[in-house]
């Protein structure tokens, strides 16, 4: 029997902040958060620490009795923020960046704050046809035909899992261990993870050689593909890229999905970073064929201005994710969903899910599409103008052209006679020069055993002036590189 005492606590709700403090709290918050928005262009780009200066800063038991709000927020923004990178600064060109747009970043506090489940339909059937509308909106643009279904997912690893998953499940188990997955050399890494996850061995999955510019060859894909044949293997799928990690080359996507038709090979199109850019004519031109894949991963947290986490996957039967993922346990029996309704928890990994639909249709919704269209123009115009002020330097060599908006390119003046293994050097080295000034950061990558240092653009932000002071700032540093080197081999002695 419960005590009288313990019959009044359980009467009335847990102590918890009141309205006001809420209120005074969620104001607090927000002013952080606009001022930091504010003065992003101003702010170094980042720093990191090590792990012990960290411990030091940060570790501490958890406390019994709770903090006062503001001084913990003080305590995040000097101890944690302090020591991590703005992604979404307009200097900040490294890896596949992020820039949300402030109505996504209301769409994520709205979803934070409402925090509804998305899984089924039964407890949110309006986030859920939020979810249907902005996939419409994703197979429209790609050309997608009507019967493709898709969701929402965390990010593009977990995208090319779940496609690769359906893919999979399209085989006998009697005939999984001689498949061969067919990926680039370019490929993006979350695909031999996902491959490993859904039990291929290595050897099962086989990297195809790309032309001059890091586009697949469908002649070597054909090639390898009759002699895994003769081999008795059997060929199954193909990952292409549409804007791959390392250059933002595209794949032949329409001389791809005719050659996977004919072998009958599945077709899954990596287009995490690329996708938005059919938003343009130019984009469409060089996405061409997309909407034929089996299936496309898209994450609208890279390229179309949404906070992290948002990825997608669609397929173009739609069937087969249910097919592949659907369960209805006993303690699930109520959630049945009815004509016309869909559970998505149904279409991927995760049951509990929540409304990542929202910050994407209210974006869009806010801005129009205008807007976005805008930013695929802008960011293609921004890395092209790049490309013309390197290719007329005589300090720097492009490595691959323009590919989207991404350029890779070296540091490699010509009044210096350097070896390959030290322009290798010289080059890692200009990117930490470059991030220690605090003002841009770039980040590198091995193209045919060469260091390239790439400018990628996806930020809103970001004008004609930070590309111009970042290249300025890499022919000052690469120069002082250059000096110091020299000084210190005089000084070496015989």
């Not at 958890?62 to 995040?76: N, S």
């Not at 044949?229 to 996507?253: H, M, S, Y």
Request: charged residues 20%; contains cysteine; hydrophobic residues 45%.
């Amino acid at each position: 029997m419960l005590s009288a005492d313990q019959l009044r606590q359980l009467a009335e709700p847990l102590p918890h902040p009141s309205p006001d403090q809420q209120r005074d709290w969620a104001h607090a918050a927000a002013s952080y958060v606009l001022e930091h928005l504010r003065t992003l262009p101003e702010q170094p780009i980042g720093q990191s620490a090590s792990r012990a200066r960290l411990e030091a800063l940060l570790r501490s038991p958890p406390p019994e009795q709770g903090q006062d709000f503001p001084a913990v927020l003080d305590e995040f923004a000097r101890q944690v923020a302090g020591h991590a990178f703005r992604i979404n600064h307009p200097r900040f060109f490294a890896f596949i960046p992020a820039a949300p747009s402030f109505p996504s970043q209301l769409g994520d506090w709205l979803c934070a704050g409402t925090n509804f489940f998305a899984g089924v339909w039964l407890e949110a059937a309006g986030p859920a046809q939020v979810e249907l509308l902005v996939l419409d909106w994703f197979k429209d643009w790609l050309g997608c035909p009507p019967e493709t279904q898709g969701v929402l997912t965390g990010g593009g690893s977990e995208a090319n899992l779940i496609a690769l998953t359906v893919a999979r499940d399209r085989l006998p188990f009697a005939d999984r261990a001689r498949a061969v997955l067919y990926v680039s050399e370019q490929r993006h890494w979350s695909v031999d993870r996902a491959a490993r996850i859904i039990g291929l061995h290595p050897d099962q999955v086989q990297g195809i050689p790309t032309d001059d510019v890091f586009r697949l060859r469908p002649a070597a894909l054909v090639e390898q593909v009759r002699h895994d044949r003769t081999a008795g293997k059997l060929p199954w799928a193909v990952v292409a890229n549409a804007g791959a990690t390392n250059t933002g080359a595209v794949d032949p996507l329409t001389p791809l999905a005719d050659l996977c038709r004919e072998c009958n090979l599945w077709l899954h199109v990596d287009a995490a970073y690329g996708w938005p850019a059919v938003l343009i004519p130019e984009g469409q031109s060089e996405l061409a064929g997309i909407g034929q894949a089996n299936s496309i991963t898209l994450d609208p947290h890279k390229w179309f201005a949404q906070t992290y986490e948002a990825g997608c996957v669609l397929i173009r039967e739609g069937h087969r994710l249910t097919d592949s993922f659907a369960l209805r346990p006993d303690y699930m029996q109520d959630v049945l969903p009815g004509a016309g309704e869909v559970n998505f928890a149904d279409h991927g990994i995760a049951l509990t899910r929540r409304f990542r639909a929202l910050k994407i249709w209210l974006s869009v919704k806010i801005l129009g599409l205008s807007w976005f269209r805008s930013l695929i123009d802008r960011c293609c115009r921004l890395a092209e103008w790049a490309e013309d002020q390197l290719r007329q330097s005589p300090d720097f060599d492009v490595l691959c052209p323009r590919h989207l908006s991404i350029v890779c390119f070296r540091f490699a003046p010509r009044t210096y006679q350097l070896s390959e293994s030290e322009l290798n050097a010289l080059n890692l080295a200009l990117v930490e020069s470059l991030r220690l000034t605090g003002r841009a950061f770039l980040s590198s990558t091995l193209l045919n055993g060469r260091v390239a240092l790439r400018l990628c653009f996806v930020n809103w932000r970001t004008t004609l002036g930070d590309v111009e002071e970042t290249i300025g700032l890499l022919t000052q540093l690469g120069h002082e590189l250059l000096v110091d080197a020299a000084s210190r081999s005089r000084e070496r002695p015989e």
